[in-house]
C-alpha cells in the first residue's frame, strides 16, 4: 500500500519513473504496467492522473522544455552584460551535462519519437524555434553592445543550439569527451567568428 501523497507530488513520481523506463527500455516497448511497476503504483493509479502513456511521454517533453526556456528567458532577459550572461549559460549548461546523466538519453527518445509522431515531431519544432528566438536575443545585444560584429542572429542561434545538441547527443551515445573542454573549444570558436574585427 503506497502512502497518500498530493496530486504533484503523485504526478512527479510517476513521471520520474516513466522517464527512467522511457530511457531504459525506448518509448514503444515501454508499458503502463512498467510505468506503474517502477513508481510501485497500480496502473489504476497511473491512469488516475494520465490517460495514456502518450500524455505521460508528452508530459515529460514540456516538463523539460518548461525548465530549460525558464532559465533562458530568465538570463536573455537580464541586465548583465553579454559576456556575463554567456558565462552564466555556459556554468548552467556545462552543469547540466554533468549533473543529469541521463538527460542526453531521454534527449535521443525524443528525437527517434519525432520521427515517428507527426504531433510530437511539430511540439519539438516550436521548441526549438522558441530556444533559438532566445539565443537571437542574446546575440542581438552582443551586436548592440559592439561585442559581436553585425550577423544574421537567427541562423548564428541556430548554429549555437546545434552546438549544444550536438554535445548532448555524442554525450548519449557515450563518446569519450570532457564536456567542459568541448564545450569551451566550441562556444570560442563561434565567438571568433564573430568578434568585431578591426577597423
Do not use: W
Amino acid at each position: 500500500m503506497t502512502r497518500h501523497l498530493p496530486e504533484q507530488a503523485r504526478r512527479e513520481q510517476i513521471l520520474s519513473a516513466a522517464r527512467r523506463c522511457f530511457i531504459e527500455n525506448g518509448y514503444h516497448p515501454t508499458r503502463m504496467d512498467d510505468i506503474a511497476a517502477a513508481a510501485n503504483l497500480s496502473k489504476g493509479g497511473v491512469y488516475f492522473h494520465f490517460k495514456s502513456k502518450q500524455e505521460v511521454f508528452a508530459s515529460l517533453v514540456e516538463e523539460e522544455y518548461t525548465r530549460s526556456m525558464t532559465f533562458l528567458q530568465g538570463v536573455s532577459q537580464g541586465a548583465a552584460p553579454i559576456a556575463e550572461k554567456m558565462q552564466i549559460l555556459g556554468m548552467h549548461y556545462l552543469e547540466y551535462f554533468q549533473g543529469a546523466p541521463d538527460a542526453p538519453r531521454f534527449f535521443v527518445v525524443m528525437g527517434e519519437m519525432a520521427l515517428r509522431d507527426e504531433a510530437l515531431a511539430k511540439k519539438l519544432l516550436e521548441m526549438q524555434s522558441a530556444y533559438i528566438v532566445e539565443i537571437a536575443k542574446l546575440i542581438d545585444q552582443g551586436v548592440a553592445e559592439g561585442v559581436l560584429r553585425p550577423v544574421d542572429s537567427q541562423v548564428v542561434a541556430a548554429i549555437l543550439k546545434a552546438l549544444l545538441d550536438g554535445v548532448e547527443g555524442l554525450t548519449a551515445l557515450r563518446f569519450p569527451m570532457e564536456i567542459s573542454r568541448y564545450l569551451a573549444v566550441g562556444i570560442d570558436i563561434l565567438l571568433g567568428g564573430l568578434m568585431r574585427r578591426p577597423e
